[in-house]
């Protein structure tokens, strides 16, 4: 296992998983239990590379389960880990497209993007974060991207305001895009669906639903999308924003906060 801080709550970690790198697309994801005590967490395959048999996963500590993750440490294993889950993303044969990504979210846009770029698409990837001290990846999504639009909540680094502003200035300004792909917080992808949509341009999400066997058994990460009900872990993740219903999503990611909160204060004494 190799390991990377890529900012004070940001880890990168490179897995040995030979049969996931194997079979691994843009837009899978795993699950992993760190251990026998573990819960089930679903977390984006941010790379991989089929010849040294390695998937890389990048995730934000932000509760217990990731904050046991992040405590790993080179030649460290993890319990188990079972992918490659969920549908691969589908691009539509699309040609000129933008890749919106919010934050951690940017782990899961630079795979799309990479994608994209290879095939021969241009990618303008607009990546949005709350300060300069934050930013992940930014050489690696330059790397796979026509025109890279670093943003800033506060201003600290490249443009000021938010990925909204941005799209909204470049598609004004002339951008044709066939396709739109926003991941990142929900109200973020919200958003970006709601200021393509006058333009009719075809708005790909990523959807986090709370997710248990990501297998399509259980429903907890049941979405409404165009009034009917999908299950993210194998109809998705990916879906057409335009007709995700964002406000029940919000609601439904919300159900365990307190649990998970007094869970993270057991373990870390309070301290987060
Ligand atoms: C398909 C998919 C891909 C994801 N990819 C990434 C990624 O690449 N990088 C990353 O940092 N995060 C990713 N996430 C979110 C990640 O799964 C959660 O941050 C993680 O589960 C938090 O667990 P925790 O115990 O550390 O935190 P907790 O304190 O338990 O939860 C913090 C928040 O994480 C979400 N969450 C908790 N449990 C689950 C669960 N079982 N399934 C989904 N969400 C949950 C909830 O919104 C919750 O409020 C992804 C989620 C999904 C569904
Ligand atoms: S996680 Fe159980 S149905 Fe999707």
Redesign the pocket.
């Given at each position: 296992m190799r390991k990377c801080q890529l900012n004070e709550t940001t880890v990168l970690l490179e897995i040995e998983a030979p049969y996931i790198a194997a079979k691994a697309k843009a837009g899978q994801?795993i699950i992993y239990r760190v251990d026998e005590y573990g819960?089930?967490?679903?977390?984006?395959i941010?790379d991989h590379d089929e010849k040294k048999g390695t998937i890389t996963?990048?995730?934000?500590?932000?509760?217990?389960?990731?904050?046991k993750l992040a405590q790993l440490n080179e030649g460290d294993s993890i319990l188990d880990v079972v992918g490659p889950l969920?549908t691969a993303t589908e691009y539509f044969g699309a040609k000129r497209v933008a890749v919106v990504g919010g934050g951690?979210g940017c782990?899961?846009a630079y795979p799309q993007a990479k994608q994209l770029f290879e095939s021969g698409a241009e990618v303008d990837l607009i990546a949005g974060f709350r300060s300069k001290d934050i930013i992940i990846l930014e050489e690696e999504m330059k790397a796979v991207s026509t025109g890279f639009y670093l943003c800033t909540d506060d201003g600290s680094a490249g443009y000021h305001g938010f990925v909204t502003n941005k799209l909204k200035d470049l598609i004004d300004g002339g951008r044709n895009y066939d396709l739109v792909i926003a991941i990142g917080p929900v109200p973020m992808m919200k958003f970006v669906c709601k200021t393509t949509e006058p333009y009719g341009i075809k708005t790909l999400v990523?959807?986090?639903?709370?997710?248990?066997d990501g297998t399509g058994m259980c429903g907890g990460?049941r979405v409404t999308v165009d009034g009917k009900i999908r299950y993210?872990?194998v109809d998705g993740?990916d879906f057409d924003g335009h007709k995700v219903d964002f406000d029940e999503l919000m609601r439904r990611?919300?159900t365990?906060?307190k649990t998970?909160?007094d869970?993270?204060c057991r373990l870390t004494g309070g301290v987060r």
């Open positions: 994801f819960e089930r967490v679903p977390l984006t941010a996963i990048i995730f934000q500590a932000i509760g217990a389960s990731t904050h969920g951690v782990a899961i990523s959807l986090n639903p709370i997710m248990i990460c993210a872990c993740p990611n919300g365990y906060k998970e909160h869970h993270l």
